[in-house]
């Protein structure tokens, strides 16, 4: 990462090379990210929970690993921050909620089982907005402008990775949770397709929409933990030509609520990637996806309802008003409505996946609505992202450039659903051309 010492500044991907090669060792890196935490985190507040002394005691151990011959795989002594929704059997997960307030689970979620069995450092759980999905927001600032707002609810797990604490963060998404804050933040972020990571051990809300995802600095950092959860054949993907590339710019049903920065970016990305050589059209959606926005909105709140009934019913004094509306059907859906809307959201992802082949490679839009706003993060932020997570598609995050403030502003590639070991090799040579903030 630019401006930051070694051993901070490798990404993920570097830092595993390194440790492998033994000119890093996993202690050196993971005591850097501590100290680099308790040099920043007073104003960032990125974390709800770190044990220095456990994380040290676990790097020695990869190092120790790694000096009798045993590679633990692609992750080995890498530290990875944990969204602080998802269980850790040795820290405690408190999902920003105070009914779950020092809880501290007996076994891991299945995505640390993977990553810790790839050898990574759980270094800490990252703070998150309550439950991820409404009520208390998270303490975290954006750490290029701590008056402004990292974004959510993957709060702290973003703003971590982008001001150097930890190389890589497990974030989740039900609307917009992982692209947005990597557009806020200035960092790369995966979404995969819905399903292709586990989710049991994770506080679920929407379980058609809930996708656990990653951060990290570079597309590389993304395509290693994508191979640590064996997403099928990322890695492998033959690199892409620019030239042969086609990029539909697709400014989606929500294009009229964006800012001039999001514009802006989105305009500039397209340029880059023509002046480079690749063949930029402009994408026209059909009239159905229109529609997809209102129709995640009602479903979140619809599946919400028997995820958080248990929580009404023997804690309703201490549970949010966000919650109590869902399992109350505040909105008055009703049954007809919600099949309907299952049913429009089904024909819409037969349909996306359907535009892409001899025309169209990779559609590129925008990642958030702007600038990361002052303050806390306003509800409806999330609007660019809505129909991609609907539509179950992976999408990675880009930056590209800065705002009028001075704060980072990216886009989001999106491939039709399982594409992910495409969509990284051509986000490999898109990030190349369009992200030019470092």
Not at 222 to 239: D, H, K, M, T, Y
């Amino acid at each position: 990462m630019s401006g930051l010492p070694l051993p901070l500044g490798l990404d993920a991907a570097g830092a595993a090379r390194a440790i492998k090669d033994r000119t890093v060792t996993a202690e050196a890196l993971t005591r850097a990210c501590l100290d680099r935490i308790e040099e920043r985190d007073g104003a960032v507040k990125a974390w709800s929970y770190v044990n220095p002394d456990a994380a040290l005691r676990t790097a020695r151990d990869r190092d120790r690993s790694l000096a009798a011959g045993q590679d633990l795989g692609l992750l080995h002594g890498v530290p990875i921050g944990v969204k602080d929704v998802i269980d850790t059997c040795d820290m405690p997960t408190a999902s920003n909620s105070p009914i779950y307030a020092g809880y501290q689970p007996s076994i891991d979620a299945e995505c640390i089982r993977v990553v810790r069995g790839q050898g990574a450092i759980i270094l800490g759980k990252t703070d998150t907005v309550e439950f991820a999905a409404g009520g208390r927001r998270a303490a975290t600032r954006n750490p290029h402008n701590v008056a402004h707002t990292p974004g959510g609810s993957s709060s702290g797990s973003g703003a971590a990775v982008a001001d150097g604490q930890v190389p890589l963060a497990f974030g989740t998404q039900t609307a917009g949770s992982l692209i947005r804050p990597a557009s806020y933040n200035g960092i790369y972020s995966l979404k995969p397709t819905h399903g292709t990571v586990a989710w049991p051990g994770a506080r679920q809300y929407a379980p058609s929409l809930d996708t656990i995802g990653w951060y990290g600095r570079s597309v590389a950092d993304l395509s290693i933990v994508a191979q640590a959860f064996r997403l099928r054949g990322v890695g492998a993907a033959p690199s892409v030509a620019l030239s042969c590339l086609k990029v539909g710019l697709c400014r989606s049903p929500n294009w009229h609520l964006t800012q001039s920065a999001s514009r802006a970016a989105f305009e500039l990305a397209g340029e880059r990637l023509a002046s480079a050589g690749a063949h930029v059209i402009t994408l026209d959606l059909p009239a159905l996806f229109d529609s997809l926005p209102a129709a995640q909105d009602m479903i979140v709140h619809v599946e919400g309802m028997p995820h958080f009934l248990a929580e009404m019913i023997e804690n309703s004094h201490r549970l949010h008003k966000d919650f109590r509306e869902r399992v109350e059907n505040a909105k008055g859906i009703d049954a007809g409505a919600l099949v309907a809307v299952y049913d429009r959201a089904a024909e819409g992802r037969r349909v996306f996946d359907g535009l892409f082949g001899a025309d169209l490679d990779v559609v590129l839009t925008p990642a958030a609505l702007g600038e990361a706003p002052l303050g806390a993060d306003p509800a409806g932020g999330w609007a660019m992202n809505v129909m991609w997570t609907l539509l179950h598609v992976p999408c990675v995050a880009v930056p590209v450039t800065t705002g009028p403030t001075g704060l980072p502003v990216g886009v989001q590639l999106v491939g039709p659903r399982f594409s992910e070991p495409r969509l990284i090799a051509i986000a490999e040579q898109v990030a190349s051309e369009i992200d030019q903030t470092i």
